[in-house]
């Protein structure tokens, strides 16, 4: 991990407690969550899973597209260490990737295949609730170490928190309409950034670098913006610039 100062961690700390505010945007605040994780570590990608109404983790967010899609290729299997922090509650620290494959025979060898090659994951949880994992994955083999992984164990928990404590107060059912209402966003927003990628003749990661800074720059909510995207590309005036 970088050297960090306090007051900047401090800040982070907040942003990431903040969900108690108008027009929560349950995405966006993962994807925060995964950029500012990514931010403090050398060399580390970042993704987000939570957990569907059926206890199933779906990919919402990464610090990248090949993050993104290891995380979706993680959440459609068996094994994998984001399965593991969310089943057991428990972050897995420091794991080898090259070594990895009989702990898990489906994800192992297809993450190292595309690069990485050390991985950790930290439970989202409150006491004995989980509600979701993070994967942490480097293109280089090092241990993080045990102040590093309690600070990435800590923001994993100050986001579980802010989440159930964003529960609460909007009821449970709120939530879980939410929580569904994102995971068909994240459709629309992976078919906006294809549709924008291609338009442009960007990359997919600049493509949804330029839908987000458009949605904030325009205090419009990213899920809107993806939709015309997809539906109406012309609409998005001086979409380029961003």
Known sequence: MSTVSAERLARIFVEVADTMVDEFDLIEFLQMLADRTAGLLDGSTVGLMLADPKGRLRFMAASDE????????????????????????????????????????????????????????????????????????????????????????????????????????????????????????????????????????????AAFARLRAYARGNNRRLSDVAHLAVTDLGSLQGLAGF
């Open 66 to 205: 090949t993050t993104g899609l290891l995380e979706v290729f993680q959440s459609q299997g068996s094994d994998g260490p984001c399965l593991d922090a969310f089943r057991t509650g428990e972050p897995v620290v420091n794991a080898d990737l090259r070594v990895a494959t009989p702990r898990w025979p489906r994800f192992a060898p297809v993450a190292a295949s595309i690069g990485f090659r050390s991985v950790h994951a930290f439970p989202l949880r409150l006491r004995q609730e989980v509600i979701g994992s993070m994967g942490v994955f480097g293109t280089e083999t090092g241990d993080i170490g045990g102040t590093d992984a309690q600070i990435v164990q800590a923001l994993a928990d100050v986001a579980a928190i802010g989440l159930l404590q964003h529960r609460t107060i909007s009821r449970s059912e709120a939530l879980t309409e939410q929580l569904q209402g994102a995971l068909n966003s994240r459709i629309v927003i992976e078919q906006a950034k294809g549709a924008v990628a291609q338009a442009h003749e960007i990359t997919i990661d």
